[in-house]
């Protein structure tokens, strides 16, 4: 795999300021989470950094499809063969039943960085440090929120992420 300040030379090249910087701060979020949870930290942080790498190549991409194109990509082109970390990039959209903590940290910190705004995000940065579960069920059903006043479906595999947590959540 090459190396973090290697990923970040070639991240900040590729994609715009904008979404260079939610990378980071998701990168940021994702440890922060990781040391509070005793997750491994350089996964959250790779993970963190590379969540939205699938937008690089295609900034077109729908948003559920950017998902699955960054798993491949952190595979083919830095080399990340970590099924932890592929997965974590994989559902950070759509989330999945029994989501791994990883999964559920990277899930979030794209949530509630420090640059996101939106009504409930507060109380979802907080809960993100005193129940997990609670803080997705409220990132889901804001995300749900949104979706619906704008009209648009929403995906499956969002509802049954959802739902298993809401039924099985700590
Ligand atoms: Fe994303
Ligand atoms: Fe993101």
Known sequence: MKDIEKIKEDLKKSVGDKLYTHCINVMNTAVDLAVYYKVDIEKARIAGLLHDCGKL????????????????????????????????????????????????????????????????????????????????MKSFESTFRYLKAKNVHIDKQSLDSYEFIKNNKS
């Open 57 to 136: 190549y295609n900034k077109n991409i729908k948003n559920l499809e950017h998902a699955g194109l960054g798993a491949e990509i952190v595979k083919d082109k830095y080399g990340v063969e970590d099924k932890e970390i592929i997965n974590a990039i994989l559902y950070h959209t759509t989330g999945r039943e029994n989501m791994t903590m990883l999964e559920k940290i990277v899930y979030i910190a794209d949530k509630i960085e420090p640059n996101r705004e939106y009504d409930v995000v507060d109380e979802i940065r907080e809960l993100a440090y005193s129940n997990m579960d609670k803080a997705i």
